[in-house]
């Protein structure tokens, strides 16, 4: 169902800052969305407010046109499922399955068929019989997703349920609530605060900081295209290399970019944000994937050594002193270079990101 | 594990070994005085080897109503940790969940309640009572509504601050879940929570019931005839001329005998309720 | 921004705002019976006790005139409040020590205990768990100078027989050994239970740099053990401030007001003498001091634990 979140506010009596800062989203009906960020940001009191958990100051929540601000949890048609807890402890796998099922009064011979087709579709059917103590942890997490389908909420909520697994099981889960969301067609909405993650599970993305929301996108907006530098920065791992500069007009009517240490002149698509910028500091950003190693210095190259290699597998991520910077780069393995060796890093204009230093905004994505 | 040298360990045995004998000895020497009949209670040098005998309990049980105060110590002290329950697990319950802006102003003035000598409260309470018999011809004195009312004083905080550790050892997503998945907040605490939490009541209950069960001075102003406890008896049995010892220490067993098998169903959770809670 | 969305608040029903002020104070639904209850028990009788210090009340008469601070100055001029009061520092200080020092050494010694080292810790508690008035009692009996254990005992040995308890120059210190001897097992809990929770690598790491035991408890062990040892202080403090129930049984203050305690004293001035106003001026007074001194020991106390 569509979820509407209108001028949402949330204060916590010991802070003054807003926790969540008179927010404004839509999520549309069968959309999986994903909301990103720090811990602190607001993303789990934002989810924590749909599900009713918290009590927002102002502002409304519908689902599918119906508004359940002010209704208490149960009666919300939503599930949810939590990074710190999984299966009540006093019941065995069955009658955590059960038990949203008691809540609402359902014959007998109707819970057990329920709780047995919920549980094949999480893989668990196996387990009915064992206690807490007998699963592991992604079995236990496995119950926790079986608990909050077993009622056909309307709408999925889930707090960072993976964050307390391994790394294997985190992946392999990650899988299954994208095929559930798949076979199920229902709205998720999903917090993380692994950019990854997000990345690998959203329809949609809610970058979040602050109590604010930063951008709204697909995977590919936020990551290509960010509105501002904290979504560049937060977004990408390796995170996104930048720097502060300042921007001048040539004489040809384009712009150069000084830089510490170096310039670069800045491609035609910046122009028009560039117009409005004029002796105003800016943030000059790219992406280590989007540094290559060339043979021989030239335009918009800058020289220097590598310091530093990391590896990752396929690829290598390799730190490199330019200009008294630090720039990391992500290159193949195979053409990968010693620490030590000199080298020209090229900085190709089509995938340079400019904000402007002072609203952090990006001169590219947030004309408007 | 810490590889402690062998003199050392034997000399850790031998002082502790002293040490328990200096706490059992004096235990079991004066707790076998109740078993010993009257001619014997004061033979010096002490009698070790008789045939014991049961009749100081039944003395102390029946002629002198010892059953009586018995039942007296077990409804006052059942009902005043279950009334402390009742009133503090709710509160310890909130005080452990929910963020408002008091909390923690209000658990350091419960354990500042700790500090208050029962002389401070035990005063007022004896006047209080007196006035509202005289006033308005409503008796608390040497009632057990009384006794169970003036016990808070110590229970209640005590329950309070023990509830709330172990409540705060539960995730509160515990019954959030439950109360996304259709339950209220009662519902959850009922249906989750309490079958959770419910060794820590007892835990709790057991040791607020020791208390209570040991309790003297409160008794000792507020009590009187109709509601005297175990405890206050004891001291009745010094009379000014002579000290009937073994029906003295046959009362010092019935205070003393449940007692010690509660603490060895408790050992582990004694520290908790010892130390108010202040160490977490 | 504030201004903005109370406004919105305004257009709202009334059951809705019920909700939300249910919700933000939902906390009070649980705490107030407690509290209520509290407030009754423990903060409604001082108040009370404080108002009859300011006048002469006595339990046979029915007049009561205001004398102001009449009854407090009449306590503090009074020579056996004093001598209590300085008894109950005695208390205070020895049998706090006293206690302290025999539980830490038990709680260090029982680490270096292995077989049967569950049953020595329940011997060794087994006085905590005994009601003061059951170990005042008993105590009586080891040390009745004609037939008790201890004279017996000590008969063994060829010393003569001792009065302990009716002698001026001993009684108090014999209660105050028995006193340690039950509540030593507290700080014997408190520091084993503070001693488990410590992080073992500082004192691995100690161990391997080759330093010596003695240094590791003195430089690791007792600065650790800190905020634990406050606690064991403070409450064993407050209670040895209170005493009461086995002086009652074994002394009742004598001889000679040796061994007489504030508890003891205000307890006989309200009901023996009938003296309730004097009583309640010294019982505030007593309050106010123990106040004193678990603040001073509080804030030490707060400084690096997190209470609450």
Same mark, same amino acid.
């Given at each position: 169902?569509?979820?509407?979140?209108?001028?949402?506010?949330?204060?916590?009596?010991?802070?003054?800052?807003?926790?969540? +800062?008179?927010? +404004?989203?839509?999520?549309?009906?069968?959309?999986?969305?994903?909301?990103?960020?720090?811990?602190? *940001?607001?993303?789990?009191?934002?989810?924590?407010?749909?599900?009713?958990?918290?009590?927002?100051?102002?502002?409304?929540?519908?689902?599918?046109?119906?508004?359940?601000?002010?209704?208490?949890?149960?009666?919300?048609?939503?599930?949810?499922?939590?990074?710190?807890?999984?299966?009540?402890?006093?019941?065995?796998?069955?009658?955590?399955?059960?038990? =949203?099922?008691?809540?609402?009064?359902?014959?007998?011979?109707?819970?057990?068929?329920?709780?047995?087709?919920?549980?094949?579709?999480?893989?668990?059917?196996?387990?009915?019989?064992?206690?807490?103590?007998?699963?592991?942890?992604?079995?236990?997490?496995?119950?926790?997703?079986?608990?909050?389908?077993?009622?056909?909420?309307?709408?999925?909520?889930?707090?960072?349920?993976?964050?307390?697994?391994?790394?294997?099981?985190?992946?392999?889960?990650?899988?299954?609530?994208?095929?559930?969301?798949?076979?199920?067609?229902?709205?998720?909405?999903?917090?993380?605060?692994?950019?990854?993650?997000?990345?690998?599970?959203?329809?949609?993305?809610? /970058?979040?900081?602050?109590?604010?929301?930063?951008?709204?996108?697909?995977?590919?907006?936020?990551?290509?295209?960010?509105?501002?530098?904290?979504?560049?920065?937060?977004?990408?791992?390796?995170?996104?290399?930048?720097?502060?500069?300042?921007?001048?007009?040539?004489?040809?009517?384009?712009?150069?970019?000084?830089?510490?240490?170096?310039?670069?002149?800045?491609?035609?698509?910046?122009?028009?944000?560039?117009?409005?910028?004029?002796?105003?500091?800016?943030?000059?950003?790219?992406?280590?994937?989007?540094?290559?190693?060339?043979?021989?210095?030239?335009?918009?190259?800058?020289?220097? #050594?590598?310091?530093?290699?990391?590896?990752?597998?396929?690829?290598?991520?390799?730190?490199?002193?330019?200009?008294?910077?630090?720039?990391?780069?992500?290159?193949?393995?195979?053409?990968?270079?010693?620490?030590?060796?000199? *080298?020209?890093?090229?900085?190709?204009?089509?995938?340079?990101?400019?904000?402007?230093?002072?609203?952090?905004?990006?001169?590219?994505?947030? *004309?408007? | 594990?810490?590889?402690?040298?062998?003199?050392?360990?034997?000399?850790?045995?031998?002082?502790?070994?002293?040490?328990?004998?200096?706490?059992?000895?004096?235990?079991?020497?004066?707790?076998?005085?109740?078993?010993?009949?009257?001619?014997?209670?004061?033979?010096?040098?002490?009698?070790?080897?008789?045939?014991?005998?049961?009749?100081?309990?039944?003395?102390?049980?029946?002629?002198?109503?010892?059953?009586?105060?018995?039942?007296?110590?077990?409804?006052?002290?059942?009902?005043?940790?279950?009334?402390?329950?009742? &009133?503090?697990? =709710?509160?310890?319950?909130?005080?452990?969940?929910?963020?408002?802006?008091?909390?923690?102003?209000?658990?350091?003035?419960?354990?500042?309640?700790?500090?208050?000598? =029962?002389?401070?409260?035990?005063?007022?309470?004896?006047?209080?009572?007196?006035?509202? #018999?005289?006033?308005?011809?409503?008796?608390?004195?040497?009632?057990?509504?009384?006794?169970?009312?003036?016990?808070?004083?110590?229970?209640?905080?005590?329950?309070?601050?023990?509830?709330?550790?172990?409540?705060?050892?539960?995730?509160?997503?515990?019954?959030?879940?439950?109360?996304?998945?259709?339950?209220?907040?009662?519902?959850?605490?009922?249906?989750?929570?309490?079958?959770?939490?419910?060794?820590?009541?007892?835990?709790?209950?057991?040791?607020?019931?020791?208390?209570?069960?040991?309790?003297?001075?409160?008794?000792?102003?507020?009590?009187?005839?109709?509601?005297?406890?175990?405890?206050?008896?004891?001291?009745?049995?010094?009379?000014?001329?002579?000290?009937?010892?073994?029906?003295?220490?046959?009362? +010092?067993?019935?205070?003393?005998?449940?007692?010690?098998?509660?603490?060895?169903?408790?050992?582990?959770?004694?520290?908790?309720?010892?130390?108010?809670?202040?160490?977490? | 921004?504030?201004?903005?969305?109370?406004?919105?608040?305004?257009?709202?029903?009334?059951?809705?705002?019920?909700?939300?002020?249910?919700?933000?104070?939902?906390?009070?639904?649980?705490?107030?019976?407690? &509290?209520?209850? &509290?407030?009754?028990?423990?903060?409604?009788?001082?108040?009370?006790?404080?108002?009859?210090?300011?006048?002469?009340?006595?339990?046979?008469?029915?007049?009561?005139?205001?004398?102001?601070?009449?009854?407090?100055?009449?306590?503090?001029?009074?020579?056996?409040?004093?001598?209590?009061?300085?008894?109950?520092?005695?208390?205070?200080?020895?049998?706090?020590?006293?206690?302290?020092?025999?539980?830490?050494?038990?709680?260090?010694?029982?680490?270096?205990?292995?077989?049967?080292?569950?049953?020595?810790?329940?011997?060794?508690?087994?006085?905590?768990?005994?009601?003061?008035?059951?170990?005042?009692?008993?105590?009586?009996?080891?040390?009745?100078?004609?037939?008790?254990?201890?004279?017996?005992?000590?008969?063994?040995?060829?010393?003569?027989?001792?009065?302990?308890?009716?002698?001026?120059?001993?009684?108090?210190?014999?209660?105050?050994?028995?006193?340690?001897?039950?509540?030593?097992? &507290?700080?014997?809990?408190?520091?084993?239970?503070?001693?488990?929770?410590?992080?073992?690598? =500082?004192? #691995?790491?100690?161990?391997?740099?080759? /330093?010596?035991?003695?240094?590791?408890?003195?430089?690791?062990?007792?600065?650790?053990?800190?905020?634990?040892?406050?606690?064991?202080?403070?409450?064993?403090?407050?209670?040895?401030?209170?005493?009461?129930?086995?002086?009652?049984?074994?002394?009742?203050?004598?001889?000679?007001?040796?061994?007489?305690?504030?508890?003891?004293?205000?307890?006989?001035?309200?009901?023996?003498?009938?003296?309730?106003?004097?009583?309640?001026?010294?019982?505030?007074?007593?309050?106010?001091?123990?106040?004193?001194?678990?603040?001073?020991?509080?804030?030490?106390?707060?400084?690096?634990?997190?209470?609450?």
């Amino acid at each position: 169902m569509k979820v509407v979140l209108q001028d949402l506010v949330k204060r916590f009596a010991n802070s003054d800052r807003a926790a969540v +800062n008179k927010i +404004n989203l839509v999520i549309e009906e069968g959309e999986l969305a994903v909301l990103l960020g720090p811990s602190g *940001c607001g993303k789990t009191t934002t989810l924590r407010m749909i599900a009713g958990l918290e009590q927002p100051d102002s502002g409304r929540i519908t689902i599918a046109e119906r508004d359940i601000t002010d209704l208490a949890p149960k009666d919300r048609r939503v599930a949810m499922v939590f990074q710190n807890f999984s299966m009540y402890p006093t019941m065995n796998v069955y009658d955590n399955i059960a038990f =949203p099922l008691h809540a609402v009064k359902m014959k007998r011979g109707e819970i057990d068929r329920t709780v047995r087709e919920v549980a094949a579709l999480v893989n668990i059917d196996h387990l009915l019989g064992r206690s807490v103590r007998q699963v592991s942890g992604g079995e236990a997490q496995r119950v926790a997703l079986a608990r909050a389908m077993v009622r056909r909420p309307e709408v999925f909520l889930m707090d960072e349920p993976l964050s307390n697994l391994d790394a294997k099981l985190r992946v392999q889960l990650r899988t299954e609530i994208k095929r559930l969301h798949q076979d199920t067609g229902t709205t998720f909405i999903f917090v993380t605060h692994d950019q990854e993650e997000a990345m690998t599970l959203g329809d949609k993305i809610i /970058v979040m900081n602050n109590g604010d929301i930063q951008q709204v996108g697909s995977p590919h907006e936020v990551f290509f295209a960010p509105k501002n530098a904290f979504v560049a920065n937060f977004v990408g791992t390796p995170s996104m290399n930048m720097l502060p500069g300042a921007v001048s007009g040539d004489n040809g009517g384009g712009y150069r970019l000084q830089l510490p240490g170096f310039e670069l002149s800045l491609p035609a698509r910046f122009h028009d944000g560039l117009a409005r910028m004029a002796g105003k500091g800016v943030i000059w950003g790219i992406r280590p994937e989007a540094i290559r190693l060339v043979a021989e210095a030239g335009e918009n190259t800058v020289s220097g #050594e590598v310091e530093l290699v990391e590896a990752l597998g396929s690829r290598d991520l390799i730190f490199v002193r330019a200009a008294e910077q630090l720039f990391g780069v992500i290159v193949d393995a195979q053409e990968s270079v010693a620490v030590g060796a000199p *080298c020209h890093l090229h900085f190709a204009g089509g995938q340079m990101h400019l904000f402007d230093a002072e609203s952090e905004r990006s001169l590219l994505n947030d *004309c408007g | 594990m810490m590889r402690v040298p062998t003199s050392e360990r034997v000399l850790a045995y031998v002082i502790l070994i002293v040490m328990a004998i200096l706490v059992i000895a004096p235990v079991l020497a004066g707790s076998i005085t109740a078993f010993k009949p009257q001619i014997i209670w004061v033979s010096s040098p002490p009698t070790w080897i008789f045939e014991p005998t049961l009749e100081n309990f039944e003395f102390v049980f029946f002629t002198r109503k010892g059953w009586v105060y018995l039942r007296n110590s077990l409804i006052i002290s059942v009902g005043s940790v279950a009334i402390a329950l009742l &009133l503090g697990v =709710p509160a310890a319950y909130a005080f452990a969940r929910f963020r408002f802006r008091s909390s923690k102003a209000l658990m350091q003035w419960l354990i500042s309640l700790r500090m208050i000598p =029962p002389i401070v409260v035990g005063l007022p309470f004896y006047a209080m009572f007196l006035y509202l #018999e005289r006033g308005l011809g409503i008796g608390l004195r040497d009632t057990f509504p009384g006794l169970i009312i003036t016990y808070q004083t110590f229970l209640l905080p005590l329950v309070i601050w023990m509830m709330r550790g172990y409540f705060a050892e539960l995730p509160a997503a515990m019954e959030e879940s439950a109360m996304v998945e259709g339950y209220t907040r009662l519902g959850a605490l009922w249906r989750v929570v309490l079958p959770v939490v419910w060794p820590g009541i007892v835990a709790t209950a057991i040791l607020n019931f020791i208390f209570a069960w040991n309790e003297f001075f409160l008794a000792l102003i507020l009590a009187g005839n109709r509601t005297s406890t175990l405890p206050m008896t004891a001291g009745t049995y010094i009379v000014r001329t002579r000290v009937e010892w073994g029906n003295l220490f046959a009362v +010092n067993l019935i205070i003393m005998v449940p007692v010690i098998l509660l603490t060895i169903a408790l050992r582990r959770q004694l520290v908790k309720g010892l130390t108010f809670g202040i160490l977490e | 921004m504030s201004k903005s969305y109370r406004s919105d608040n305004s257009n709202r029903s009334f059951s809705t705002r019920l909700y939300q002020l249910t919700q933000r104070q939902r906390h009070w639904f649980f705490i107030a019976p407690a &509290l209520i209850i &509290l407030l009754l028990v423990v903060i409604y009788p001082i108040i009370f006790s404080t108002g009859v210090s300011l006048f002469r009340v006595t339990f046979a008469s029915q007049s009561r005139p205001f004398v102001g601070l009449q009854n407090f100055e009449r306590m503090l001029g009074n020579d056996d409040f004093i001598q209590s009061a300085l008894n109950t520092l005695y208390y205070v200080v020895f049998s706090v020590s006293g206690s302290f020092l025999l539980g830490f050494a038990v709680a260090l010694l029982i680490r270096r205990v292995t077989a049967g080292k569950e049953l020595l810790r329940l011997i060794l508690i087994i006085p905590i768990t005994m009601a003061p008035i059951v170990v005042g009692l008993m105590w009586n009996w080891m040390l009745d100078p004609l037939f008790g254990l201890v004279n017996w005992f000590l008969g063994l040995l060829g010393i003569p027989g001792q009065t302990m308890l009716a002698q001026a120059s001993t009684a108090r210190l014999t209660v105050v050994l028995v006193d340690i001897w039950q509540w030593y097992p &507290l700080v014997f809990l408190i520091i084993e239970a503070g001693m488990a929770t410590l992080p073992r690598a =500082p004192f #691995e790491s100690a161990r391997l740099e080759g /330093v010596s035991s003695w240094m590791i408890f003195r430089r690791l062990t007792l600065p650790m053990l800190r905020p634990v040892i406050l606690v064991a202080l403070l409450l064993r403090t407050v209670d040895a401030f209170r005493t009461f129930d086995i002086v009652r049984v074994m002394t009742d203050g004598g001889p000679h007001l040796t061994t007489e305690t504030l508890s003891l004293y205000l307890y006989r001035t309200a009901f023996t003498f009938s003296k309730l106003s004097r009583a309640a001026a010294g019982s505030i007074l007593m309050l106010l001091f123990i106040g004193l001194i678990s603040a001073l020991m509080f804030r030490y106390l707060y400084r690096d634990v997190e209470v609450g």
